[in-house]
């Protein structure tokens, strides 16, 4: 590969590609672009001169910068000195934080995705929530970066966040404890005898994670167990290698993902290995709407090879590559270079990832009135070159008899998690039809 690539949200980065910084390209621009240019030096002195008052040549020339890039799409940006070392820490170890991956939306800050376990998760914020106040200084109007430098601070310092949640009749407070957010989280677990893998986020370490992950399962189930739970739901993303490489572990052969930039030459496939390290018991990925990007390969390649069931809702439908561009030693352009396709040739741009299984989360009693935050909520998101459906895009609405139990009734059930709680059900029955079909499979092999 000649460039690193990242699939990320906003607490993500992958590794620099380095690009020249003057590039034929330069000896395209035709006379009225100079025109175009002529007029933003005329902009830039008239405000230096004629504004109510001084602002200096910096101030006005990241403005034309930010202006730029937000005209193009909601993932490109530019990361200047602070905010290029922040990228770096989230990416190589931990920061002192909320736990948040947030985006901003008409000048208010609001949250895409909660990391499990952290200070955010444990005081109940969720996707959709929009955060107005840290410590009663307002923060809507202000920069995405200028929020989120507020939020970091200490482990074990205090802040207070006032949250609008739609659907709640007023604002509400809640104050949180920093701690110290730990990328990637690989946690594991075997229950009923299925192994439980729930990866939040993919950073270096995300594959290994996994593979320790699976390996740790077999020994606490005494062998191999009915089968596994990838977990991706809330996960926003991160690097491409890792999304590619965990989709591997469960494949044996074919394309996983293949990603195509500006030009038509410019295409890059991405294939399997022989070896599943989950020795082709079933397995199940969970996803709903904050699963992104990385998590989103991850899915449709396992989902369209038939290696896996995908379970619970649509996903967010990030289905573009950035490229980290360093323009000195601390400032970088972060940049749409591609989209993404999962094997089949689909663009998951808007649509997202269709699952096999819809499963609703009942036992979040929120569930119906929360709002379902998507790529395509936000504004200047790439169009999707083939239309998506309505089809695909909206629910029908028919009510699933499955699905009838409220979040009370599951409550007293001891079902604090209904999702999980149904894929743990289907495992159990592939599983069994599985052992009960291996002997017979023995036999036939042996004549």
Not at 58 to 67: E, F
Not at 87 to 103: A, C, D
Request: proline content about 5%; overall charge neutral.
């Amino acid at each position: 590969m000649t460039k690193k690539n990242i699939l990320a949200s906003l607490a993500l980065v992958g590794s620099v590609a380095l690009i020249p910084a003057a590039t034929s390209s330069f000896a395209a621009v035709d006379v009225s672009t100079y025109r175009e240019l002529d007029q933003f030096m005329s902009v830039f002195e008239r405000v230096r001169s004629e504004y109510v008052e001084q602002v200096d040549d910096k101030t006005l020339l990241r403005g034309a910068i930010d202006g730029m890039l937000n005209a193009l799409d909601p993932h490109s940006s530019y990361l200047d000195d602070k905010g290029f070392k922040a990228l770096m820490t989230t990416t190589e170890g931990n920061y002192g934080g909320l736990g948040l991956s947030v985006t901003m939306e008409d000048g208010a800050v609001k949250v895409m995705s909660v990391t499990e376990d952290s200070p955010a998760f444990k005081v109940g914020l969720k996707t959709g929530d929009y955060l107005t106040h840290l410590n009663g200084k307002l923060i809507y109007g202000g920069t995405l970066d200028e929020a989120v430098d507020q939020m970091r601070g200490p482990a074990g310092s205090n802040v207070k966040v006032t949250v609008v949640r739609p659907g709640r009749d007023k604002p509400f407070d809640v104050s949180i404890t920093r701690a110290n957010i730990e990328l990637p989280v690989v946690k594991w677990e075997v229950k009923d005898r299925v192994g439980i893998i729930n990866v939040n986020s993919f950073n270096r370490t995300t594959t290994d994670n996994v593979l320790a992950a699976i390996s740790g399962i077999e020994k606490s189930a005494g062998g191999p167990p009915l089968g596994y739970i990838l977990d991706l739901r809330s996960n926003p993303g991160g690097l491409l290698d890792q999304a590619v490489s965990l989709s591997d572990t469960f494949l044996e052969r074919g394309e996983i993902v293949s990603q195509r930039g500006r030009k038509k030459s410019e295409i890059e496939r991405y294939h399997a290995q022989p070896g599943d390290a989950a020795r082709g018991l079933p397995v199940i990925v969970l996803v709903d709407a904050g699963s992104a990007s990385a998590a989103e390969i991850v899915a449709g390649a396992l989902q369209e090879h038939h290696r896996a069931l995908v379970m619970g809702e649509r996903t967010f439908g990030k289905g573009s590559v950035q490229t980290l561009l360093p323009l000195s030693q601390s400032t970088a352009l972060r940049l749409t270079t591609a989209r993404y396709f999962t094997p089949s040739g689909k663009s998951v741009q808007e649509g997202g990832i269709t699952p096999d299984i819809a499963v609703p989360q009942l036992s979040d009693p929120d569930y119906k009135d929360k709002p379902k935050f998507r790529e395509s909520d936000l504004r200047r998101h790439l169009i999707n070159e083939i239309k998506v459906g309505d089809e695909v895009v909206q629910d029908d609405g028919k009510p699933d008899p499955r699905f009838a139990a409220t979040a009370e009734e599951l409550k007293k059930k001891g079902i604090t998690d209904f999702q999980l709680h149904y894929a743990l059900q289907t495992i159990a029955r592939l599983g069994k039809v599985q052992q009960a079909a291996r002997p017979s499979a023995v036999k036939a092999g042996t004549r």
